[in-house]
């Protein structure tokens, strides 16, 4: 018999690429809150996260054997300008998911992000202290604090920033909108003062896939690229590698939406996540990010200009 996964928040860019990798293997049930979700052979109900007695009764309903919170705000720039609501669907409502999952004994795994992290220009490893400047980052960490303290049977996944596409055509992803953009002839502007880790969802997914079978429990680890670029590199890269007009690609500088009382202006911030542990666990190795987006150029069946 297959073993059960619930996503919250199945609609999401993550959650609906978690639902196309993993309901050949695993008998998965969704939630969503506004985009309904129809696909064969797969449950989805709506669900409001910040519901409480909802939640529960949802995983006491179908007592998944893996709980997975891929709902809340994402955006940085939307958490920047909507705090409290950052905070009711990053942490209050993941944190009712957590109880719930504890509850019935399912494993809850929660996506974090390296914007956690204080942005310093150094390599962090899981055991660094975070330190976030930003309302998104702030929201992500205190629900890890919670998991690790609360949970007994947990993965936190801190992940890189993920690229690809999503089930909603009402939400483009910024990759989505990279594509389309640069297939159409139109200037992308893209920031040039954040250094990050670009991979492809499906790999992070691979990884989850990896982890689960493993029996890997209450820990957290890292899951990055082995090097790092700018929004503007990567999208000069994809560029290169999709064969678009690389001078369409423009750089721009200080939209990252930090709090401006821990970092002045102008600032450049460096978010380089160490994925050892991760490959040490596994036995296997992080990609480039130029062979992440091999990897999609196979995956999306686009024209590449990218060596072999």
Request: net charge positive; hydrophobic share 35%; with cysteine.
């Amino acid at each position: 018999m297959k073993k059960t996964i619930l996503i919250f928040g199945v609609s999401s860019f993550v959650g609906s690429n978690l639902l196309e990798l993993l309901r050949e293997d695993y008998r998965i049930i969704g939630t969503y809150y506004k985009t309904p979700v129809s696909i064969p052979g797969v449950t989805c109900i709506a669900c409001d996260v910040l519901k409480k007695d909802y939640v529960t009764s949802v995983v006491g309903r179908f007592k998944p054997n893996l709980t997975i919170y891929a709902a809340g705000l994402s955006s940085l720039r939307e958490c920047h300008l909507n705090a409290k609501q950052a905070d009711a669907l990053n942490s209050a409502g993941a944190v009712n998911c957590c109880i719930a999952s504890e509850r019935y004994g399912s494993k809850f795994v929660y996506l974090s992000s390296g914007y956690v992290l204080s942005g310093d220009n150094i390599l962090y490893r899981e055991g660094e202290m975070p330190y976030p400047k930003t309302v998104y980052g702030h929201t992500l960490s205190s629900t890890e604090f919670y998991v690790q303290r609360s949970c007994l049977n947990y993965l936190i996944l801190r992940c890189s920033p993920l690229y690809g596409r999503s089930y909603n055509p009402n939400h483009q992803t910024w990759f989505e909108h990279l594509q389309a953009s640069l297939a159409k002839g139109s200037p992308v502007l893209a920031d040039d003062s954040v250094h990050t880790g670009f991979l492809d969802v499906h790999i992070m997914i691979r990884v989850l896939r990896a982890l689960l079978e493993s029996g890997a429990t209450n820990r957290l680890f890292h899951i990055s690229s082995r090097d790092f670029l700018t929004r503007y590199e990567f999208a000069k890269l994809y560029a290169r590698a999709f064969r678009r007009d690389e001078g369409l690609v423009q750089r721009v500088s200080g939209r990252f939406p930090v709090d401006r009382n821990k970092a002045p202006e102008g600032s450049t911030f460096y978010f380089k996540l160490a994925s050892a542990n991760l490959e040490e666990f596994l036995g296997t190795q992080m990609p480039t990010i130029e062979e992440s987006l091999a990897l999609t150029h196979k995956r999306l069946g686009e024209i590449s200009g990218m060596s072999s």
